[in-house]
């Protein structure tokens, strides 16, 4: 498999455990650069400790996930360096409070990466720009609106240059109005190329912007396939009946 070919995401085999509860069984997936994978499925299916357990958020108990062909490190710097090639967006923000959005922005680029503040700074005002922002960028999370804070939340994980970006149900915490600000932000780094793993309840989003999804239940992979088949012909019953249970709501 040459350099271009290695998927920039791979999960083989892998299994978790909480407990007695079995969340996730025999996982097997992989994510090509510039790939749009939707991972969906009912609550407790296992999509979010999926989407955890690749930057080691969550430890597995046995399978291997590997990123750009290199196995997830254990810990230490090795670790923190790999979370830095990957970008997390979760459903709280998880934005420090106490400091500015720039600042927000700038810690990790100038700390981990050893960008110039200075230069930091002016890339991160062109992030908060690009998210719709900037005129929030001397404000602290709590001044800002759910939806703005997740569209700086995306600003920040974009500002460590990332080679993929994960989402776990970016929406989920947020007002109706507010999801369609953070998905038209997702939709535009999508037909950008950004590689990306998302976790959403959005099926009209997962249908435009994905290029395959998957479906999840019992911490399994049902079935995967484009938004189109996947949509339109469910090939398990599972998934046939969790689309019924969507559209009947």
Request: glycine share 6%; aromatic share 4%; proline share 5%.
């Given at each position: 498999m040459s350099q271009s070919e290695t998927p920039v995401i791979e999960l083989k085999n892998v299994n978790k455990h909480f407990g007695d509860l079995h969340v996730l069984q025999d996982v097997s997936l992989s994510v090509k650069k510039g790939e749009v994978v939707v991972i969906i499925g009912p609550s407790g299916s296992g999509k979010s400790t999926l989407c955890r357990t690749i930057n080691r958020l969550e430890t597995i108990d046995s399978g291997e996930i590997l990123i750009e062909g290199e196995p997830v490190p254990q810990e230490g710097r090795k670790l923190a360096e790999l979370r830095s090639r990957i970008g997390m967006v979760f459903q709280s923000f998880n934005l420090f409070a106490h400091m500015s959005i720039l600042d927000n922005l700038t810690l990790a680029p100038v700390d981990v990466l050893k960008i110039p503040r200075k230069e930091a700074r002016e890339e991160a005002m062109k992030l908060l720009e690009r998210v719709g922002v900037a005129d929030q960028a001397k404000k602290v999370p709590a001044q800002?609106?759910?939806?703005?804070?997740?569209?700086?939340?995306?600003?920040?994980?974009?500002?460590?240059?990332?080679?993929?970006?994960?989402?776990?149900?970016?929406?989920?915490?947020?007002?109706?109005?507010?999801?369609?600000?953070?998905?038209?932000?997702?939709?535009?780094?999508?037909?950008?190329?950004?590689?990306?793993?998302?976790?959403?309840?959005?099926?009209?989003?997962?249908?435009?912007?994905?290029?395959?999804?998957?479906?999840?239940?019992?911490?399994?992979?049902?079935e995967e396939n484009t938004p189109d088949a996947f949509f339109e012909h469910p090939a398990s019953e599972r998934a046939q009946n969790f689309l019924k249970t969507i559209r009947d709501h």
């Amino acid at each position: 498999m040459s350099q271009s070919e290695t998927p920039v995401i791979e999960l083989k085999n892998v299994n978790k455990h909480f407990g007695d509860l079995h969340v996730l069984q025999d996982v097997s997936l992989s994510v090509k650069k510039g790939e749009v994978v939707v991972i969906i499925g009912p609550s407790g299916s296992g999509k979010s400790t999926l989407c955890r357990t690749i930057n080691r958020l969550e430890t597995i108990d046995s399978g291997e996930i590997l990123i750009e062909g290199e196995p997830v490190p254990q810990e230490g710097r090795k670790l923190a360096e790999l979370r830095s090639r990957i970008g997390m967006v979760f459903q709280s923000f998880n934005l420090f409070a106490h400091m500015s959005i720039l600042d927000n922005l700038t810690l990790a680029p100038v700390d981990v990466l050893k960008i110039p503040r200075k230069e930091a700074r002016e890339e991160a005002m062109k992030l908060l720009e690009r998210v719709g922002v900037a005129d929030q960028a001397k404000k602290v999370p709590a001044q800002l609106s759910g939806g703005q804070q997740q569209r700086a939340a995306i600003a920040r994980a974009l500002a460590m240059h990332p080679k993929a970006m994960l989402f776990d149900e970016p929406t989920s915490a947020l007002d109706p109005e507010m999801i369609g600000e953070v998905l038209s932000v997702m939709t535009e780094l999508a037909s950008e190329g950004m590689t990306m793993l998302i976790v959403t309840h959005e099926m009209n989003f997962a249908r435009q912007v994905a290029d395959r999804v998957i479906f999840m239940d019992g911490g399994k992979i049902i079935e995967e396939n484009t938004p189109d088949a996947f949509f339109e012909h469910p090939a398990s019953e599972r998934a046939q009946n969790f689309l019924k249970t969507i559209r009947d709501h």
